[in-house]
């Protein structure tokens, strides 16, 4: 069964400072990985997917990802965080014939002045 | 990108009650939506998978004759919360699969289920 584990429950971080959010995942093969972000009540939005090929995955607003096979994680990255990247960060794993996701349990990020 | 509407946004409601959410892909056709349930705090599970024109599939542990899904329509999936009580309120979101493009799920904006 596939399973993800994002280990950090909360992360605050300054303004213009970096961000980087843990994934690590289970799965018995090769993995579909994304990263998804939740706004206050409202629905996700996906920063960025790996499927195959490159291992670093550049993402919507600023957002990267790297797919590391040996350490069965998933990193997100931020290099400069603005006030607005304050939300909910979900990791997933799938499979893409059938699209049922597995998330993580999420990352609250706060980012303060 | 494509867009999942999804309907109401919040609703409270008598224990013992039905609530219906609606899930609608607005501007592609969707042969396969999923509804996820979050509760505070907690990751989004998957409650069942809801193809058009046949049964919904169920995850473990997920009552189908509480949660009845009905996919009708290539745009439209309803999850209806029957007999309500408190231990049903929580966070409900769907998706809908997207059979082009590269971005292939979108998510709705959710749906608040507070059972008094």
């Known amino acids: 069964a596939q399973s993800v584990t994002q280990p950090d429950i909360h992360i605050t971080v300054s303004e213009g400072a970096s961000l980087e959010l843990r994934c690590n995942y289970s799965?018995?093969?090769?993995?579909?990985l994304f990263w998804y972000v939740q706004s206050p009540g409202q629905g996700l939005q996906l920063l960025l997917k790996?499927?195959?090929?490159?291992?670093l995955v550049q993402g919507i607003k600023g957002f990267e990802a790297e797919f590391k096979r040996s350490q069965s994680s998933f990193n997100l990255r931020k290099p400069s965080v603005h006030w607005s990247d304050a939300a909910e960060y979900f990791c997933?794993?799938?499979?893409?014939?059938?699209?049922?996701?597995?998330f993580g349990a999420g990352t609250t990020v706060t980012v303060r002045a | 990108g494509a867009v999942v509407s999804q309907h109401p946004s919040w609703v409270i409601c008598k224990s013992g009650t039905s609530v219906k959410i609606e899930c609608r892909s607005l501007?592609?056709?969707?042969?396969?939506m999923f509804w996820y349930r979050q509760f505070p705090k907690q990751s989004l599970m998957l409650m069942a998978t809801?193809?058009?024109?046949?049964?919904?599939?169920?995850e473990q542990g997920v009552e189908k004759d509480k949660f009845l899904i009905n996919h009708a329509s290539l745009t439209l999936s309803t999850l209806t919360v029957t007999s309500a009580h408190p231990e049903d309120s929580s966070f409900y979101i769907c998706?809908?699969?997207?059979?082009?493009?590269?971005?292939?799920?979108?998510f709705g904006s959710g749906t608040q289920l507070s059972v008094l």
């Open positions: 997933a794993v799938g499979e893409m014939d059938d699209y049922k996701l597995s």
């Open positions: 799965y018995g093969a090769t993995p579909y």
């Open positions: 790996y499927f195959s090929g490159d291992t």
């Open positions: 998706s809908a699969r997207h059979g082009t493009g590269d971005e292939k799920l979108f």
């Open positions: 501007d592609f056709q969707a042969t396969t």
């Open positions: 809801s193809n058009e024109g046949s049964k919904a599939t169920y």
